[in-house]
């Protein structure tokens, strides 16, 4: 039987349900938001949790929806069998009943703020564009109808645009004889955009008069829902706007429809006749509790069930890294100081750390101190809650990495961060050390660098292999070779000359438990070397200078032999 695809890349939902893709029913979101009321409701989850499907969503079931000539289009039957559909006629009711807004700012990600703000205006204007049948009727005035296609020509002055949705609501209401329905996706891009463009302030002050004319001063507006990444309300965006609901990541609402269950899961791995892998899926992809629900991340899910069911591999993949530029990890690593670094390490090794969480920071504010740092990283899904608890008035979470995909992320940041770092470094004195047999001189530098630098034990052998090649890349008239093959087996490291008339340095490594076991562990590399009879190859090749090296490593320790 042929199994529908999976929806990869698919943020519409008019797309979702007409064509055959794999569809996890969402729609009972919908019922809440009919139950729970609220007038301007943001939604903050981290990328790609599906906030643009959810908006989607929303639009085709509320909207009144006209073509450009002004006749009706039915959108009733894409909700044809869903969960919602199902609910009773109470919700039904609502169906197609609202004018509706739906403006996306995630085009203003751009280099400068006039290229920025041409993108928010193009998104602007094609909402007009899409309303265009207002012009058509008599309900807006012929001034209106000069600055409605002002700004659908993207003829009108900044301040005309700063209004834009106010004054759009209130020519739809006009029409429709119904308030306006405004949904906002991906708000937080503009901010963070500029604020790592340089032109912050420029860009807050046009969102801000965006958002407060829209949604504080709005007497043509039903209900809005905005998502993003992250609350900002010291941005002063919301301020004053007392009917504000926000739904974060801490919060038991909503919860489920973000991100797919557990049972959801089960059900998309069973379709496809992978549930043998459910393990696997489970170790590289959940590991996110919104409120108390446990919720699975949907990108890396459906790509890691097409590409098994594809055969494009066999292995999971940190799928969910390659969304963004993962820019927040680095600036934890770059910034870290000892505290940090070895908090950072814990994480690593499986552990949890304790952080006090503050909803309302600005992106100004995130680069100020390694504790905002932390937070951010927790709004935008690098860390998950293991559990909470309420110290002095403040919430304090216990966090954890969530899952092997985001491991790998903060294990790539950080080898990123270490050879960026062995580039800036003098390390003269190491070679030196190392040319000249100088045990003593190698163990105390390379102990010395473990220490500033940032480890990861769960991955003890390749960590300590990788480390130390980087360190020793650069010696001088030396080539690097790492797992050579050569004799009998495999020496973990090689320095050799061009010339067979210099020198072949053989290292081999081992990693103790305990730290009184160095000695002994030095002693097992070097007899290693001689019994496996690392050095034969190089006889061949014409060398007869050699250093043998048994290393051994216990956490930031390093002990170095001479054989």
């Given at each position: 039987?042929?199994?529908?695809?999976?929806?990869?890349?698919?943020?519409?939902?008019?797309?979702?349900?007409?064509?055959?893709?794999?569809?996890?029913?969402?729609?009972?979101m919908i019922k809440d938001m009919l139950d729970k009321g609220g007038k301007v409701n943001l939604f903050t989850r981290p990328r790609r949790f599906g906030k643009t499907l959810a908006l989607s969503m929303l639009r085709t079931f509320f909207e009144q929806e006209l073509d450009q000539t002004g006749s009706p289009v039915d959108?009733?039957?894409?909700?044809?069998?869903?969960?919602?559909?199902?609910?009773?006629?109470?919700?039904?009711?609502?169906?197609?009943?609202?004018?509706?807004?739906?403006?996306?700012?995630?085009?203003?990600?751009?280099?400068?703020?006039?290229?920025?703000?041409?993108?928010?205006?193009?998104?602007?204007?094609?909402?007009?564009?899409?309303?265009?049948?207002?012009?058509?009727?008599?309900?807006?005035?012929?001034?209106?109808?000069?600055?409605?296609?002002?700004?659908?020509?993207?003829?009108?002055?900044?301040?005309?645009?700063?209004?834009?949705?106010?004054?759009?609501?209130?020519?739809?209401?006009?029409?429709?004889?119904?308030?306006?329905?405004?949904?906002?996706?991906?708000?937080?891009?503009?901010?963070?955009?500029?604020?790592?463009?340089?032109?912050?302030?420029?860009?807050?002050?046009?969102?801000?008069?965006?958002?407060?004319?829209?949604?504080?001063?709005?007497?043509?507006?039903?209900?809005?829902?905005?998502?993003?990444?992250?609350?900002?309300?010291?941005?002063?965006?919301?301020?004053?706007?007392?009917?504000?609901?926000?739904?974060?990541?801490?919060?038991?609402?909503?919860?489920?429809?973000?991100?797919?269950?557990?049972?959801?899961?089960?059900?998309?791995?069973?379709?496809?006749?992978?549930?043998?892998?459910?393990?696997?899926?489970?170790?590289?992809?959940?590991?996110?509790?919104?409120?108390?629900?446990?919720?699975?991340?949907?990108w890396s899910i459906i790509n890691y069930v097409d590409d098994i069911i594809s055969q494009n591999t066999q292995f999971p993949k940190p799928y969910w890294s390659n969304t963004s530029s993962n820019s927040i990890i680095r600036e934890l690593v770059e910034q870290a100081d000892m505290e940090a670094k070895q908090e950072i390490e814990e994480l690593m090794e499986g552990k949890t750390i304790e952080k006090t969480i503050h909803e309302d920071i600005t992106y100004e504010d995130i680069y100020k101190s390694q504790e905002n740092l932390w937070n951010f990283l927790f709004f935008t899904g690098y860390l998950k809650k293991v559990?909470?608890?309420?110290?002095?008035?403040?919430?304090?979470?216990?966090?954890?990495?969530?899952?092997?995909?985001?491991?790998?992320?903060?294990?790539?940041?950080?080898?990123?961060?270490?050879?960026?770092?062995?580039?800036?470094?003098?390390?003269?004195?190491?070679?030196?050390?190392?040319?000249?047999?100088?045990?003593?001189?190698?163990?105390?530098?390379?102990?010395?660098?473990?220490?500033?630098?940032?480890?990861?034990?769960?991955?003890?052998?390749?960590?300590?292999?990788?480390?130390?090649?980087?360190?020793?890349?650069?010696?001088?008239?030396?080539?690097?070779?790492?797992?050579?093959?050569?004799?009998?087996?495999?020496?973990?490291?090689?320095?050799?000359?061009?010339?067979?008339?210099?020198?072949?340095?053989?290292?081999?490594?081992?990693?103790?438990?305990?730290?009184?076991?160095?000695?002994?562990?030095?002693?097992?590399?070097?007899?290693?070397?001689?019994?496996?009879?690392?050095?034969?190859?190089?006889?061949?090749?014409?060398?007869?200078?050699?250093?043998?090296?048994?290393?051994?490593?216990?956490?930031?320790?390093?002990?170095?032999?001479?054989?």
């Amino acid at each position: 039987m042929l199994k529908h695809p999976l929806p990869i890349g698919v943020e519409f939902f008019k797309d979702m349900v007409t064509k055959p893709y794999y569809y996890v029913d969402k729609t009972l979101m919908i019922k809440d938001m009919l139950d729970k009321g609220g007038k301007v409701n943001l939604f903050t989850r981290p990328r790609r949790f599906g906030k643009t499907l959810a908006l989607s969503m929303l639009r085709t079931f509320f909207e009144q929806e006209l073509d450009q000539t002004g006749s009706p289009v039915d959108n009733s039957h894409y909700f044809n069998g869903t969960h919602i559909q199902q609910a009773g006629e109470s919700y039904a009711g609502y169906m197609g009943q609202y004018p509706v807004v739906f403006l996306s700012l995630k085009s203003a990600k751009q280099p400068d703020f006039q290229m920025a703000y041409s993108c928010l205006k193009e998104e602007i204007a094609g909402e007009f564009s899409r309303h265009a049948y207002l012009m058509q009727t008599d309900c807006i005035s012929s001034a209106d109808k000069i600055k409605f296609q002002q700004l659908a020509d993207r003829t009108a002055g900044r301040e005309e645009y700063a209004t834009s949705l106010m004054f759009l609501s209130k020519c739809l209401k006009a029409y429709h004889n119904k308030n306006t329905i405004i949904l906002i996706d991906e708000y937080d891009v503009p901010l963070e955009n500029s604020y790592f463009r340089g032109f912050y302030h420029e860009m807050v002050d046009f969102i801000r008069s965006l958002f407060e004319s829209a949604l504080k001063t709005n007497e043509s507006l039903e209900f809005a829902v905005i998502t993003g990444c992250l609350r900002i309300s010291k941005e002063s965006i919301f301020t004053g706007l007392n009917n504000l609901r926000v739904v974060s990541i801490l919060n038991e609402g909503f919860a489920e429809y973000f991100g797919f269950t557990p049972d959801e899961v089960a059900e998309l791995l069973a379709y496809y006749g992978v549930s043998n892998r459910k393990q696997e899926v489970k170790n590289w992809y959940n590991g996110y509790l919104f409120g108390q629900t446990e919720i699975y991340n949907p990108w890396s899910i459906i790509n890691y069930v097409d590409d098994i069911i594809s055969q494009n591999t066999q292995f999971p993949k940190p799928y969910w890294s390659n969304t963004s530029s993962n820019s927040i990890i680095r600036e934890l690593v770059e910034q870290a100081d000892m505290e940090a670094k070895q908090e950072i390490e814990e994480l690593m090794e499986g552990k949890t750390i304790e952080k006090t969480i503050h909803e309302d920071i600005t992106y100004e504010d995130i680069y100020k101190s390694q504790e905002n740092l932390w937070n951010f990283l927790f709004f935008t899904g690098y860390l998950k809650k293991v559990s909470e608890r309420f110290k002095e008035d403040s919430i304090c979470l216990e966090l954890a990495i969530p899952n092997t995909e985001i491991r790998y992320i903060y294990r790539r940041s950080i080898l990123e961060w270490f050879q960026k770092e062995v580039t800036q470094m003098n390390l003269s004195t190491l070679y030196q050390a190392v040319l000249e047999g100088n045990a003593q001189a190698f163990s105390d530098i390379v102990s010395g660098q473990l220490a500033e630098t940032i480890s990861f034990f769960d991955y003890a052998e390749n960590y300590y292999h990788g480390f130390l090649c980087g360190l020793l890349k650069g010696c001088p008239g030396y080539f690097t070779l790492s797992n050579r093959e050569s004799g009998n087996g495999r020496p973990d490291i090689v320095l050799k000359t061009p010339s067979v008339r210099g020198m072949v340095i053989l290292m081999e490594l081992k990693i103790v438990k305990e730290f009184e076991q160095m000695e002994a562990g030095c002693d097992a590399a070097l007899k290693q070397i001689e019994e496996q009879g690392y050095e034969t190859s190089f006889y061949k090749e014409g060398f007869r200078n050699f250093l043998k090296y048994g290393v051994c490593f216990y956490r930031k320790e390093c002990l170095v032999k001479k054989g």
